[in-house]
């Protein structure tokens, strides 16, 4: 299971730390990622990180703002997000890729990011 937490209101411009934490064995984890979700659109990735290598891709939109990292022996991934934007404004969810699968099937909760102009 994934546990999502950190996130809040903010100013534009303000920094935030979204964690979100594993339990259970994590043997099988490829990758966990961040995505993000706003009423009336898909949801859209915004980072990946390999829980292995720790190697990281993220969404054009974050990249030089958001950093993705994972702890391996806290079994938890972080989104370090500065220079928030308005448009950052969306639920984010964290989600596990496993060995052998193609697809995220493991989802958090969803913690709500506001960023206010």
């Known amino acids: 299971q994934l546990q999502a937490s950190g996130g809040g209101l903010v100013q534009a411009g303000d920094s935030l730390r979204l964690s979100c934490a594993a339990s259970?064995?994590?043997?099988?984890?490829?990758?966990m990622g961040w995505f993000r979700q706003t009423p009336g659109k898909e949801r859209e990735v915004v980072a990946t990180?390999?829980?292995?290598?720790?190697?990281?891709d993220y969404a054009d939109a974050v990249v030089g703002r958001f950093t993705i990292s994972r702890d391996n022996a806290e079994n938890t991934a972080y989104l370090q997000m500065h220079s928030l934007r308005p448009d950052d404004t969306a639920v984010y969810y964290c989600?596990?890729?496993?060995?052998?699968?193609?697809?995220?099937?493991?989802w958090g909760q969803g913690t709500l990011v506001t960023v206010s102009s």
């Open positions: 259970g064995r994590t043997g099988r984890f490829l990758r």
């Open positions: 990180v390999s829980w292995s290598r720790g190697s990281t």
């Open positions: 989600a596990v890729r496993l060995l052998g699968r193609s697809s995220y099937e493991i």
